[in-house]
Protein backbone atom coordinates (compact mmCIF):
# COMPACT_ATOMS: atom_id res chain seq x y z
CA UNK A 1 0.00 0.00 0.00
CA UNK A 2 2.75 2.47 1.03
CA UNK A 3 4.88 1.34 -2.54
CA UNK A 4 1.96 2.61 -4.20
CA UNK A 5 1.37 5.47 -2.61
CA UNK A 6 5.31 6.16 -2.99
CA UNK A 7 4.88 5.55 -6.77
CA UNK A 8 2.11 8.02 -6.99
CA UNK A 9 3.67 10.11 -5.37
CA UNK A 10 7.22 9.75 -7.72
CA UNK A 11 4.97 10.25 -11.31
CA UNK A 12 3.49 13.32 -9.71
CA UNK A 13 6.38 14.99 -9.17
CA UNK A 14 7.44 13.89 -12.44
CA UNK A 15 4.47 15.12 -13.58
CA UNK A 16 5.29 18.52 -12.41
CA UNK A 17 8.67 18.68 -12.80
CA UNK A 18 8.36 18.57 -17.03
CA UNK A 19 6.08 21.31 -16.77
CA UNK A 20 7.80 23.73 -14.35
CA UNK A 21 11.12 22.99 -16.20
CA UNK A 22 8.82 23.97 -19.50
CA UNK A 23 10.72 27.07 -21.02
CA UNK A 24 7.87 29.11 -23.29
CA UNK A 25 10.77 31.35 -24.96
CA UNK A 26 12.75 27.44 -26.09
CA UNK A 27 9.70 26.57 -27.94
CA UNK A 28 9.24 30.01 -30.07
CA UNK A 29 12.78 29.64 -30.87
CA UNK A 30 12.42 26.21 -31.80
CA UNK A 31 9.19 27.14 -33.18
CA UNK A 32 10.36 29.18 -36.04
CA UNK A 33 11.92 26.11 -37.62
CA UNK A 34 8.78 23.94 -37.14
CA UNK A 35 6.92 26.46 -38.68
CA UNK A 36 8.93 26.13 -41.72
CA UNK A 37 8.90 22.66 -41.58
CA UNK A 38 4.72 22.96 -41.47
CA UNK A 39 5.21 24.90 -44.42
CA UNK A 40 7.04 22.31 -46.36
CA UNK A 41 4.36 19.36 -45.46
CA UNK A 42 1.82 21.18 -46.11
CA UNK A 43 3.12 22.07 -49.80
CA UNK A 44 4.42 18.39 -50.52
CA UNK A 45 1.08 17.28 -49.29
CA UNK A 46 -0.21 17.86 -52.58
CA UNK A 47 3.23 17.35 -54.70
CA UNK A 48 4.34 21.24 -54.39
CA UNK A 49 3.60 24.79 -53.85
CA UNK A 50 1.97 25.00 -57.36
CA UNK A 51 -1.83 24.81 -57.43
CA UNK A 52 -3.66 21.86 -59.82
CA UNK A 53 -3.96 22.74 -63.22
CA UNK A 54 -8.00 22.51 -62.81
CA UNK A 55 -8.38 24.51 -59.62
CA UNK A 56 -7.13 28.19 -60.89
CA UNK A 57 -5.59 30.52 -58.37
CA UNK A 58 -8.18 33.54 -59.69
CA UNK A 59 -11.28 33.63 -58.12
CA UNK A 60 -9.86 31.88 -54.55
CA UNK A 61 -11.92 33.04 -51.77
CA UNK A 62 -10.42 35.75 -49.22
CA UNK A 63 -11.00 33.93 -46.02
CA UNK A 64 -9.46 36.96 -43.86
CA UNK A 65 -7.02 37.38 -41.44
CA UNK A 66 -6.61 34.33 -38.65
CA UNK A 67 -5.50 37.63 -36.12
CA UNK A 68 -7.43 40.69 -36.79
CA UNK A 69 -7.33 42.82 -34.11
CA UNK A 70 -7.95 46.46 -33.54
CA UNK A 71 -4.88 46.83 -31.64
CA UNK A 72 -1.25 44.24 -31.61
CA UNK A 73 -2.15 41.42 -28.98
CA UNK A 74 0.00 40.92 -26.19
CA UNK A 75 2.92 38.48 -25.92
CA UNK A 76 1.16 35.88 -24.05
CA UNK A 77 -2.56 36.17 -26.65
CA UNK A 78 0.13 35.82 -29.68
CA UNK A 79 1.50 33.02 -28.10
CA UNK A 80 -2.19 31.03 -26.83
CA UNK A 81 -3.36 32.16 -30.87
CA UNK A 82 -0.57 30.41 -32.34
CA UNK A 83 -1.46 27.45 -29.99
CA UNK A 84 -5.49 27.83 -31.18
CA UNK A 85 -4.11 27.89 -34.81
CA UNK A 86 -2.08 24.49 -34.68
CA UNK A 87 -5.13 23.02 -32.96
CA UNK A 88 -8.42 24.39 -35.30
CA UNK A 89 -5.77 23.70 -38.16
CA UNK A 90 -5.43 20.41 -37.43
CA UNK A 91 -9.33 20.04 -36.73
CA UNK A 92 -9.80 21.44 -40.60
CA UNK A 93 -7.24 19.19 -41.68
CA UNK A 94 -8.77 15.93 -40.32
CA UNK A 95 -12.22 16.60 -42.21
CA UNK A 96 -12.86 14.45 -45.25
CA UNK A 97 -9.75 15.28 -47.78
CA UNK A 98 -10.24 12.00 -50.13
CA UNK A 99 -11.10 13.73 -52.80
CA UNK A 100 -7.95 16.07 -52.70
CA UNK A 101 -5.50 13.23 -53.71
CA UNK A 102 -3.01 14.16 -51.48
CA UNK A 103 0.14 12.20 -50.33
CA UNK A 104 -1.32 10.32 -47.64
CA UNK A 105 2.35 9.81 -45.85
CA UNK A 106 3.04 13.23 -45.66
CA UNK A 107 -0.82 13.83 -44.82
CA UNK A 108 -0.70 12.54 -41.49
CA UNK A 109 3.39 13.76 -40.88
CA UNK A 110 1.62 17.15 -40.96
CA UNK A 111 -1.14 16.06 -38.25
CA UNK A 112 1.36 14.46 -36.10
CA UNK A 113 3.37 17.93 -36.57
CA UNK A 114 0.71 20.05 -36.07
CA UNK A 115 -0.74 17.78 -32.92
CA UNK A 116 2.44 18.44 -31.26
CA UNK A 117 2.88 21.92 -31.84
CA UNK A 118 -0.44 22.77 -30.42
CA UNK A 119 0.47 20.31 -27.72
CA UNK A 120 3.75 22.16 -27.04
CA UNK A 121 1.87 25.29 -27.01
CA UNK A 122 -0.72 24.65 -24.38
CA UNK A 123 1.63 23.08 -22.11
CA UNK A 124 3.31 26.47 -22.23
CA UNK A 125 0.59 28.59 -21.41
CA UNK A 126 -0.17 25.81 -18.69
CA UNK A 127 3.36 26.39 -17.20
CA UNK A 128 3.33 30.15 -17.29
CA UNK A 129 0.02 30.26 -15.07
CA UNK A 130 -0.48 26.67 -13.41
CA UNK A 131 -3.49 26.26 -15.03
CA UNK A 132 -5.00 26.66 -18.53
CA UNK A 133 -4.75 30.36 -19.42
CA UNK A 134 -7.19 32.55 -21.11
CA UNK A 135 -6.88 35.29 -23.52
CA UNK A 136 -6.26 38.84 -22.01
CA UNK A 137 -8.34 40.10 -25.36
CA UNK A 138 -11.38 37.79 -26.14
CA UNK A 139 -11.48 39.12 -29.93
CA UNK A 140 -8.31 37.28 -30.47
CA UNK A 141 -9.99 33.89 -29.83
CA UNK A 142 -13.54 34.99 -31.51
CA UNK A 143 -11.66 36.10 -34.80
CA UNK A 144 -9.92 32.83 -34.90
CA UNK A 145 -12.84 30.50 -34.65
CA UNK A 146 -14.88 32.70 -37.20
CA UNK A 147 -11.82 31.95 -39.73
CA UNK A 148 -11.92 28.60 -39.16
CA UNK A 149 -15.48 28.54 -39.52
CA UNK A 150 -15.40 29.71 -42.47
CA UNK A 151 -13.05 27.71 -43.70
CA UNK A 152 -14.76 24.38 -42.47
CA UNK A 153 -18.35 26.31 -44.30
CA UNK A 154 -16.42 26.67 -47.33
CA UNK A 155 -15.10 23.03 -47.35
CA UNK A 156 -18.46 21.75 -46.66
CA UNK A 157 -20.15 23.83 -48.74
CA UNK A 158 -17.94 22.78 -52.31
CA UNK A 159 -18.42 19.16 -51.14
CA UNK A 160 -15.08 19.05 -50.14
CA UNK A 161 -14.15 19.25 -53.96
CA UNK A 162 -10.30 19.15 -54.66
CA UNK A 163 -10.02 22.76 -55.72
CA UNK A 164 -12.15 23.67 -52.59
CA UNK A 165 -8.94 21.89 -50.26
CA UNK A 166 -6.30 23.63 -52.56
CA UNK A 167 -7.51 26.92 -51.60
CA UNK A 168 -7.85 25.97 -47.90
CA UNK A 169 -4.27 24.80 -48.10
CA UNK A 170 -3.10 27.71 -49.45
CA UNK A 171 -4.93 29.94 -46.83
CA UNK A 172 -3.14 28.05 -44.10
CA UNK A 173 -0.27 27.99 -46.17
CA UNK A 174 0.03 31.50 -45.57
CA UNK A 175 -1.39 31.85 -42.03
CA UNK A 176 1.99 29.56 -41.29
CA UNK A 177 4.18 32.99 -42.46
CA UNK A 178 1.72 35.10 -40.66
CA UNK A 179 2.72 32.53 -37.66
CA UNK A 180 6.13 32.57 -38.43
CA UNK A 181 6.35 36.45 -38.23
CA UNK A 182 4.11 36.59 -34.85
CA UNK A 183 6.19 35.09 -32.75
Given at each position: ?????????????????????????????????ELRKTKELLEAMSGGPASPPECPITGMPDFGSPIRSTSRPSKEDARMAIGLI??????????????????????????????????????????????????????????????????????????????????????????????????
Amino acid sequence: MATMGLQQVGILILLASGVVTLNCDEIVKHQKGELRKTKELLEAMSGGPASPPECPITGMPDFGSPIRSTSRPSKEDARMAIGLIFKETLRVFQLNFTQANWNTTVTELFQMELHQQSQWWERCSVAHTGREARLQDPRVKLNLMIYFRKLQTFLRDKQYSLCAWEAVRKTISGTCILGHLTI
